[in-house]
């Protein structure tokens, strides 16, 4: 089992910045593939972004790139997400997720912080 704790969600103007963070607990951090995800009112969730074990392979849906940056700290059992130059569509609850290495799926989620970001 692992249980993800996602923060540091908040109100921000566009433009702005904010920094999201999940602490994981219950299994090796390092050999968990992280990954974030974001729902917005009356939308499906959406892949944002995902970082392999040893953070030499990262993945972006093309509207973050460029804006975003996830990272992790395996010291810390810690997956990061930097989101600069926000926009009001960026507006949704965010989610970190974890898979274990022989999965295809996220198996595992956090409780979701809320993003808004106003004109």
């Known amino acids: 089992q692992v249980q993800l704790r996602d923060s540091g969600g908040g109100l921000v103007q566009a433009g702005n910045s904010l920094r999201l963070s999940c602490a994981a607990s219950?299994?090796?951090?390092?050999?968990?593939?992280m990954g974030w995800f974001r729902q917005a009112p009356g939308k499906e969730r959406e892949f944002v972004a995902s970082i392999r074990q040893s953070g030499g392979y990262i993945l972006y849906v093309d509207s973050v790139k460029g804006r975003f940056t996830i990272s992790r700290d395996n010291a810390r059992n810690t997956v990061y997400l930097q989101m600069n130059s926000l926009k009001p569509e960026d507006t949704a609850v965010y989610y970190c997720?974890?898979?274990?290495?022989?999965?295809?799926?996220?198996?595992?989620w956090g409780q979701g912080t809320q993003v808004t970001v106003s004109s």
């Open positions: 219950g299994r090796t951090f390092s050999t968990l593939v």
């Open positions: 997720a974890a898979k274990t290495p022989t999965s295809n799926k996220y198996e595992y």
